[in-house]
């Protein structure tokens, strides 16, 4: 392995959330009735013309701005020719030599502390093609062309990753920004972000790129980095063996965790491109363009440095706060009910929520407990009405729905015992309990204090406030 250098670029297809197709007024809403959401010209009738969807170019340029890329002031759609079922028209309206969005660049984060530039080749605009569903009759394929005509942004990278692990926090980084930027909603099991990955390896030290495949149909990044680290794996030995990698399409299959070939580059289409007749040329004016720029929201890497800058957040923390939209979206509403408890409510979201969210494999968007839930809860830790530990407890309660902090607390009999008197009573009863273990500590040995807070707490179920055990027992012990 310690030989070998591999090199991926990724083609990422993200489905522009506009309310209606590319070139037609047709709804792009999911999960319709199959075959309802087509019209004549998504069905590519004699005689119907496209019309083009302006939010879809402001949503490529928008991209475009956000990653620093040239916008190209004139942009060709071409026809990308091939037959194939799914696709009533026989061509795909795409775009080849003049694309919207040409070079840019984002920075990935594949490790703590590590920051690399990977280029972004360009980002066209381009229509989806129908659905070919194959499990719902017997030796039967069913067609679906709702989503023919969707609109898709194409993005397309630099050969710039050298491993899956890079890939994949590539594929994220670009998933977090189309969420950001509102252009994709990231739903990756309806397919509204897919990625392809071209994979190809070579000596350590050689210049040339060696041979690529290019890997489709993976649907999640987990996939993603098994499908690649499973063709790097299959290259490598093919090359040792004597043999040579052939440029083809292959599919990864998740449950088999393999992939195989498809296609090869010489079975590969001539897609005869050229500009489609029936759409004029995009336009896109300076003022086009700052106007956009000036409207784009407060986009990861602004936000990660106001964290720092003006929160006192980490670098770290900072990064993984705003590395995904709605966490970001979930730290600043929570933050806005407890302004003063920045570093708790990180350490919060950061650590017992997204464990929890982990565990239960579910999305921040369907997280149970609301930001302001949270922040109560932190704000009672804070007030002392209840201790760290017993925060975990109620943090559990609110999860499966038992209500707020405070009803938890009070429904639960949780409140800290902060009364001295009562901390005191608790403290002579133990020390009663244990003269032995008191003897033990007049003799010197300091560590049997913990003994006597555990037993303590363990009284007072977790009550007491430990600050203040700890205070009133040494005094006591000493006397
Ligand atoms: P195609 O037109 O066949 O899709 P492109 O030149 O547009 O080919 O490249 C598609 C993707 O493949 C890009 O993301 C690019 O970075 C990547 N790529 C190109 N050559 C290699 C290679 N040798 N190894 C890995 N990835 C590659
Ligand atoms: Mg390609």
Sequence with gaps: ???????????????????????????????????????????????????????????????????????????????????????????QISQFELPIVGK???????????????????????????????????????????RAGTPLLEIVSEPDMRSAKEAVAYARKIHSLVRYLEICDGNMQEGSFRCDANVSVRRKGDQKLGT?????????????????????????????????????????????????????????????????????????????IARIRAALPELPE?????????????????ELLTSSRDTAIYFETALAAAPELVAQLANWILGDLTGALNKANVEMTAVPIEPAMLAQLVTRIADSTISGKIAKEVFEAMWQGEGSADEIIEARGLKQITDSGAIETLIDEVIAANPEQVAQFRAGKEKVLGFFVGQIMKQSQGKANPGQVNAMLREKLKA
């Excluded at 047709?26 to 199959?34: D, E, I, L, R, V």
């Excluded at 489709?216 to 680290?229: G, T």
């Design 302 to 318: 602004q936000k990660k440095q106001r964290y720092i800058n003006d929160l006192g957040l980490s670098d770290y923390n900072a």
């Design 104 to 146: 840019g660049h984002i920075f990935i984060s594949p490790d703590e502390g590590v920051s690399k530039e990977v280029g972004i080749t360009r980002a066209h605009l381009e229509e989806d093609a129908g659905k070919s569903i194959h499990d719902q009759f017997p030796e039967q394929t069913a067609i679906d062309l709702n």
């Design 212 to 288: 690529r495949a290019e890997l489709k149909n993976i649907n999640s990044f987990r996939f993603l980095e098994r499908a690649i680290n499973h063709e790097i794996e299959r290259q490598i030995d093919l090359i040792e063996d004597g043999g040579k990698v052939v440029q083809e399409t292959r599919l990864y299959d998740s449950e088999r965790d393999e992939t195989r070939s498809m296609r090869s580059k010489e079975e590969a289409n001539d897609y005869r491109y050229f500009p489609d007749p029936d759409l004029l040329p995009v336009a896109i004016s300076d003022e086009d």
């Design 1 to 91: 392995m310690s030989d070998w250098e591999s090199v991926i670029g990724l083609e990422i297809h993200a489905q522009l959330a506009t309310v209606s197709k590319i070139f037609s007024g047709a709804s792009t809403a999911f999960g319709a009735a199959p075959n309802t959401q087509a019209c004549v010209v998504d069905l590519g009738m004699p005689g119907v013309l496209p019309v083009l969807n302006h939010e879809a170019v402001n949503m490529a340029i928008r991209f475009g701005v956000a990653i620093g890329a040239e916008i190209d002031h004139h942009s060709v759609f071409a026809r990308k020719n091939y037959f194939y079922p799914d696709l009533p028209k026989g061509y």
